[in-house]
């Protein structure tokens, strides 16, 4: 069976993820690369059929139309891996060893597999049950049927960033990846009262410059938003992978309130799309400056 036909057949309907803008024509794109793993909606009729509580249930998991926020920069060409898979079926920001053995029968003895805190409140790498609702599926899958999943969902999608993230290096000398997130409204947590409507993760400095964090911080700030840095979300295991900002490879995660972008039942693109498109693209503007800027100077020294 093809990857194709695995893709449609089992797991989402169209392909696992595509690259946007003009990551595939484009040799000379920016050292800036979104990723959006989230906000997956395919759901193929297996996956449907797995579950006891239907799609609505199941899209409680997404990052409800992340994909929509970067609208602007695709259109104008702005390279960005985004995954149509849905959450549900695998997490693309969880460790791959993080598989809950509830989740999967059949477990080789002595596989190197770990229990993180998510696992534990049911949202491993294979998602297993919501806050208040229960659990997700009918039954546990077989470990081919998981290890096939990692392989082909997971392993691909940071191969595929891997390898765009390598090429930017080589040609600008720094790369950065930008992880893009939504979260819902937040309560107040800031020092003035106010609560975030932008979480920007970084891992307390592990994963990128904090000049980039601060740069980031500024911009948003200056228009009009409330920003807060690694609280409550200081980034998972994507930017941990990616972000090693020694090697000029940076990486952090964004995570903007839903009530900014969407409706409000939080479900379909509300007003503030278009301004939150424009915000994200003077963002990712002036960071592909600051990292070219900063090239250059390490040149001239």
């Given at each position: ?13 169209g392909p696992l993820f595509e690259w946007c803008g003009e990551e595939q024509a484009c040799a000379d794109a920016g050292p800036v690369l979104l ?262 100077s390490e040149a001239a020294e």
């Amino acid at each position: 069976m093809t990857r194709e036909a695995i893709s449609t057949e089992l797991w989402a309907d169209g392909p696992l993820f595509e690259w946007c803008g003009e990551e595939q024509a484009c040799a000379d794109a920016g050292p800036v690369l979104l990723s959006v793993p989230h906000a997956g909606r395919a759901y193929a009729a297996p996956v449907l059929a797995r579950s006891r509580m239907g799609r609505s249930h199941l899209q409680r998991l997404e990052d409800r139309l992340a994909d929509l926020l970067i609208g602007d920069l695709i259109a104008g060409g702005q390279p960005a891996l985004v995954a149509r898979v849905p959450r549900a079926v695998i997490d693309l920001n969880r460790d791959p060893r993080d598989v809950d053995a509830i989740m999967v029968r059949g477990i080789p003895h002595g596989q190197p597999l770990i229990q993180s805190l998510k696992q534990r409140g049911g949202l491993g790498l294979f998602p297993r049950s919501l806050p208040r609702m229960g659990e997700l599926w009918r039954g546990p899958m077989g470990w081919d049927e998981a290890q096939s999943r990692i392989a082909h969902m997971h392993g691909a999608y940071h191969h595929e960033l891997e390898r765009a993230l390598d090429r930017r290096l080589a040609r600008h000398g720094q790369a950065l990846l930008l992880d893009i997130h939504s979260m819902p409204p937040l309560p107040p947590s800031l020092p003035d009262g106010d609560r975030p409507d932008i979480v920007i993760g970084d891992r307390f400095g592990a994963t990128a410059a904090g000049r980039l964090s601060e740069m980031a911080e500024s911009l948003l700030q200056a228009e009009g938003l409330k920003v807060a840095l690694n609280h409550p979300y200081a980034g998972s295991y994507l930017i941990e992978r990616h972000g090693r900002p020694r090697q000029g490879r940076h990486a952090m995660q964004i995570e903007i309130s839903r009530d900014l972008y969407l409706e409000e039942r939080l479900e379909e693109p509300g007003a503030g799309l278009p301004r939150m498109r424009r915000i994200l693209r003077l963002l990712v503007e002036a960071l592909a400056q600051d990292l070219s800027r900063d090239r250059w100077s390490e040149a001239a020294e």
